[in-house]
């Protein structure tokens, strides 16, 4: 019975497909969404962006701005698999929400613009996407624009994203006259007649047929050089069955070694079915991925895809609403029905489960019971934040999170009357919950409540959902960017003593230590590291728990630079010597030894201010391109690259952060409203002028 239950469950599994929609802004990720829920019957009518009736960009302020700010969840059905869909944001300052989303994801569809390539945030979505190792295929979307060739897309996928775009269709028609494509793999023409919802299959068009062998051949080939199965039979028949092609690229998919692309104008609803094909063929089902690993008792476990297994889940996204708090959760085991008690395994609270819903957006459907592999909503826990990993009590374990981004600009809030006070800090409080990457903290200087997030569009969202959410007048001041500090020489031999004698036992701590600039880890664009602690002592003068006590101690000095009350970042401490008290040394006497060193070690060190900086690429006409490039130098930004593109220029520059807070308005007077610009966060460079040499 036990076998026959598992047998179906995996069959179950094997129809479920949880996959996200990544890309960089204004690639048309909410369209192909919309496309895929008409063309599975979910909806009934075609949502448009620019009308405001997407189902999946609901939220009052995605309508206004026309732009994905929240990841939304959809479920739907195609050819006999369940589809959980989430449509991502593709702006940067919402790159936190695709990392959540990413965790929680088996598969992805990567969407490119026909026109513009791979462009900055798709790139980051990309490397977001490799850290998770979450496979993908790529459609390359609005061939029907001027300018559209996929060609050029395909080979900015190549050079830009360093995989191998294995390409299986080939566009019948250019730009306006686009209307269908050749499927390579069986080598048939898939046309779609002007306002029909499915294409018509037939033969290869004569003029085509040339042209799709070639690139059949091609096809072979790259696939064949990857896959060892595939190189087999190519080299006894010179070429590969459809179904040896077919397997080696859901092969290559899942492990990442090819990405399969796919063309189509989602606007038009072209290419659509072929995409839908696509994911069912080569994208993987929660059987497909490894066991979900979590921590118990400091020993790691991992937990299967299995419905009769202990009940496992990771809270992704946690929404308030008028009716209630949906907690979105990925059930990576075991099952979980309506009224059950399950358990938060950080905080160790119990919550009671209400309600569970299967998700399109923001309307929900009942159900009775979640199962493994399922992304549902559920309605009853009170506290569970996102990242928080819920599990049967009997049998606790703690999942991983998603990492969490530091903020880079602050804002000061305040109601403005302050009879409202006490409901702004209750919102505050509230959108950090439902946002990790938003941080509220009161200025110890000014007292001033203090707003930080990813950048200057995420705190306007912010704030316009207090306004509209919580019906609260709110003052909101100027941003502000979060400085780092940094070591450029550091000190050696330091020697701090700490001696306390308060009567009873006292405290003693000797220490030595070395400071030095941490260098970068080598990855592309990155800053330094933030912090890397050894010890040296020999003859065992300082036992290892104090060492640690001092590494911990060193920690908690990292938090405020000398500078200006920044963190700190890019340091390399040596403990080098030491000395230790029969009696008054303890571990807390240790830790403060190091605090107080390091801080010392610091205001001795020369050391810099660090801004965060941003890659910015600015589309605008030729004829404007000279007053965006003086523009840019104002505001101390290094061009970097500057190409045609379409009949429009696109200018690539470093800028530091502080100094775009407005441009969005600036580029558009200065360009009659023609210009438009993507900003990527880099890192952190030196900021002009603020050093300190030290004494030492």
Not at 331 to 336: D, E, L
Request: aromatic share 4%; hydrophobic share 40%.
């Amino acid at each position: 019975m036990r076998t026959h239950q598992h047998r179906s469950l995996v069959a179950a599994l094997g129809t479920v497909r949880n996959l996200g929609i990544l890309a960089h802004v204004d690639a048309g990720k909410t369209t192909v969404t919309e496309r895929i829920l008409y063309t599975t019957g979910t909806t009934h009518k075609r949502g448009e962006v620019h009308d405001g009736t997407t189902v999946t960009d609901f939220d009052s302020q995605e309508r206004d701005r026309g732009i994905t700010i929240f990841a939304a969840a959809v479920s739907c059905t195609w050819a006999g698999h369940r589809i959980n869909l989430i449509d991502t944001p593709g702006h940067v300052d919402f790159a936190d929400e695709v990392e959540r989303s990413l965790r929680v994801l088996d598969g992805a569809i990567a969407v490119f613009d026909a026109v513009a390539g791979v462009e900055p945030q798709s790139e980051s979505v990309w490397h977001q996407a490799d850290r998770h190792s979450v496979p993908r295929i790529a459609f390359v979307n609005k061939l029907d624009r001027a300018g559209a060739d996929l060609d050029t897309a395909v080979a900015s996928i190549r050079e830009r994203l360093h995989t191998v775009p294995l390409v299986v269709q080939l566009p019948i028609g250019r730009e306006d006259a686009f209307r269908g494509v050749v499927d390579l793999l069986r080598m048939r023409a898939l046309v779609w007649a002007d306002g029909a919802d499915a294409y018509e299959e037939g033969e290869v068009p004569a003029e085509l047929r040339e042209e799709a062998a070639r690139r059949r051949r091609l096809l072979e080939e790259e696939v064949a050089e990857l896959h060892p199965g595939a190189l087999e039979e190519f080299c006894v028949r010179s070429e590969l069955s459809e179904e040896t092609l077919a397997g080696a690229l859901r092969e290559l998919t899942r492990t990442g070694e090819g990405v399969v692309v796919l063309c189509g104008s989602a606007y038009r609803n072209r290419g659509v079915e072929p995409l839908l094909e696509a994911v069912v063929a080569y994208l993987p089902s929660p059987a497909d991925v490894p066991p979900v690993r979590g921590v118990l008792d400091g020993a790691v476990q991992e937990r299967a895809a299995d419905s009769q297994g202990p009940f496992a889940a990771l809270a992704f996204k946690v929404n308030a609403t008028a009716t209630g708090r949906l907690t979105y959760l990925r059930v990576y085991s075991g099952t979980i029905g309506k009224g059950e008690t399950v358990l938060d395994a950080g905080t160790r609270r119990r919550e009671r489960v209400g309600r569970i819903l299967r998700v399109r957006a923001d309307r929900h459907v009942d159900v009775d019971a979640a199962v493994a592999g399922d992304i549902v909503a559920v309605i009853g826990p009170k506290t569970v934040r996102p990242g928080a990993t819920l599990c049967a009590p009997d049998a606790p374990l703690v999942l991983e999170p998603p990492s969490v981004a530091d903020p880079v600009v602050s804002v000061a809030v305040e109601a403005r009357r302050s009879t409202d006070t006490e409901r702004l800090m209750a919102a505050l409080v509230r959108l950090a919950e439902e946002d990790p990457s938003l941080v509220v903290r009161t200025d110890a200087e000014t007292g001033q409540t203090v707003l930080s997030g990813m950048g200057e569009l995420h705190l306007e969202v912010a704030a316009e959902k207090i306004r509209r959410d919580h019906g609260l007048d709110v003052r909101v001041g100027r941003p502000q960017v979060a400085h780092r500090e940094t070591l450029v020489r550091g000190v050696s031999g330091l020697v701090y003593r700490h001696v306390k004698q308060d009567g009873g036992a006292g405290q003693f701590a000797h220490v030595v230590i070395d400071v030095e600039p941490l260098e970068a880890t080598g990855g592309s664009g990155e800053e330094a590291a933030e912090f890397a602690f050894r010890s040296a002592v020999v003859g065992g003068r300082v036992p290892q728990e104090y060492v640690r006590a001092v590494e911990a101690g060193c920690r908690d000095a990292l938090a405020e630079g000398p500078l200006g009350g920044n963190p700190v970042t890019g340091v390399r401490v040596t403990l080098t010597d030491g000395a230790t008290h029969p009696k008054d040394s303890s571990e807390m006497a240790f830790r403060t030894a190091g605090r107080f060193a390091l801080r010392e070690a610091l205001r001795a060190s020369a050391m810099v201010l660090l801004e965060p900086v941003v890659e910015v690429t600015v589309t605008v006409p030729d004829d404007a391109v000279g007053g965006v490039l003086g523009d840019l130098a104002a505001r101390r930004g290094r061009v970097s690259g500057s190409t045609t593109r379409g009949g429009a220029a696109v200018v690539t520059a470093t800028v530091p952060l502080a100094e775009l807070f407005g441009y969005a308005t600036r580029l558009r007077s200065r360009t009659q409203g023609r210009g438009t610009f993507t900003a990527r966060a880099t890192g952190y460079a030196p900021a002009p002028g603020v050093t300190a040499s030290g004494t030492a």
